[in-house]
């Protein structure tokens, strides 16, 4: 009974038409995704970049005697680099030395030392 009671309630009212909705196109919301769009771009893409960009250059550079650290964590002296391999000496009293894919190098250390010998002289 309820149901039947329904239906007649909204067929006996008049038909009221809906008002305009914004769609996806409208200048507002389009603007809205712009700007999250550019925002997105400047703060995360752009610094992904740049530590790409910067840790493919440290890559290029890496000379023998360098000190480096790799992804896992292990600490040693380069002492042949290759195309794409780089050997390290991790110990020196054993002369224990391991083969690493040159992507595998995290950091560079760099001591006082060896930049104050590649350092301009002040005046």
Not at 41 to 52: D, G, I, K, S
């Amino acid at each position: 009974m309820n149901l039947w009671h329904l239906l007649a309630q909204a067929a006996s009212q008049p038909a009221t038409p809906r008002p305009a909705t914004p769609g996806f196109l409208d200048p507002m919301v389009f603007g809205l995704l712009l700007a999250f769009g550019v925002f997105f771009y400047f703060a995360v893409m752009r610094p992904q970049q740049r530590e790409r960009q910067k840790h493919a250059q440290m890559l290029a550079a890496l000379k023998r005697n360098d000190r480096v650290q790799t992804i896992g964590g292990v600490i040693g002296t380069i002492v042949e680099v290759r195309d794409n391999e780089v050997v390290l000496k991790v110990d020196e009293h054993n002369n224990v030395k391991m083969r690493f894919v040159r992507g595998a190098i995290k950091d560079v250390f760099r001591d006082a030392a060896s930049t104050a010998e590649t350092a301009p002289p002040k005046k």
